[in-house]
T-cell receptor, first 112, second 113 residues
Framework: DQQVKQNSPSLSVQEGRISILNCDYT??????FLWYKKYPAEGPTFLIS?????DKNEDGRFTVFLNKSAKHLSLHIVPSQPGDSAVYFC???????????FGAGTRLTVKP | DSGVTQTPKHLITATGQRVTLRCSPR?????VYWYQQSLDQGLQFLIH???????AKGNILERFSAQQFPDLHSELNLSSLELGDSALYFC????????????FGPGTRLTVT
């Protein structure tokens, strides 16, 4: 039961352009969403989060948008840098639960 | 460095064997989570402990068990290992239980031959 889906396994963009990573979820009880970045041979690192009471959260080059009616969130990276090349995981949690569900990840490659 | 440590880094063992993976959370974190990442798969939530008590179970097999000790470190025990158990096992910790960002360790790569 894949409650969090990242339908694009990979994405390639040019340095300086925008990267848009997408995530869909099915569980309407999810009320907190996070993005993690993972480099090879390392554990995932927290990037940015958003609560369901908001529709946008921005942190530097990273912005997460949440569309609750569509059960969709996206991560925008502007401008993209080669160092952003990594696997990005979307995750979701419900406040009355104690677990977090992750998507399968999207591998972002930023070309110089 | 997330502050979460996991040992060992790599583990190679045979089918049918039993192994124990260890995790030390960040200082002050009471919650520990275990995840499994198989090849080209996302992170599958296994189990969550908070201050020594089990709080949630995900897709954890009956052959697997975990515990969190009074000093808050946690161990994941995998028994009767099968080839399909080969994966990266991550531990994460957070300050409290619930919807808070988790900090991940570097993972233990388990290879079952």
């Amino acid at each position: 039961d894949q409650q969090v889906k990242q339908n694009s396994p990979s994405l390639s963009v040019q340095e300086g352009r925008i990267s848009i990573l997408n995530c869909d979820y099915t569980n309407s009880m999810f009320d907190y969403f996070l993005w993690y970045k993972k480099y090879p041979a390392e554990g995932p690192t927290f990037l940015i989060s958003i609560s369901s009471i908001k529709d946008k959260n921005e942190d530097g080059r990273f912005t997460v948008f949440l569309n609750k009616s569509a059960k969709h969130l996206s991560l925008h990276i502007v401008p993209s840098q080669p160092g952003d090349s990594a696997v990005y995981f979307c995750a979701a949690s419900a406040n009355n639960n104690n677990d977090m569900r992750f998507g399968a990840g999207t591998r972002l490659t930023v070309k110089p | 460095d997330s502050g979460v440590t996991q040992t060992p880094k790599h583990l190679i063992t045979a089918t049918g064997q039993r192994v124990t993976l260890r995790c030390s959370p960040r200082s002050g974190d009471l919650s520990v989570y275990w995840y499994q990442q198989s090849l080209d798969q996302g992170l599958q939530f296994l189990i969550h402990y908070y201050n020594g008590e089990e709080r949630a179970k995900g897709n954890i097999l009956e052959r697997f068990s975990a515990q969190q000790f009074p000093d808050l470190h946690s161990e994941l025990n995998l028994s009767s290992l099968e080839l399909g158990d080969s994966a990266l096992y991550f531990c994460a910790s957070s300050r409290r239980s619930g919807t808070y960002e988790q900090y991940f360790g570097p993972g233990t790569r388990l290879t079952v031959t």
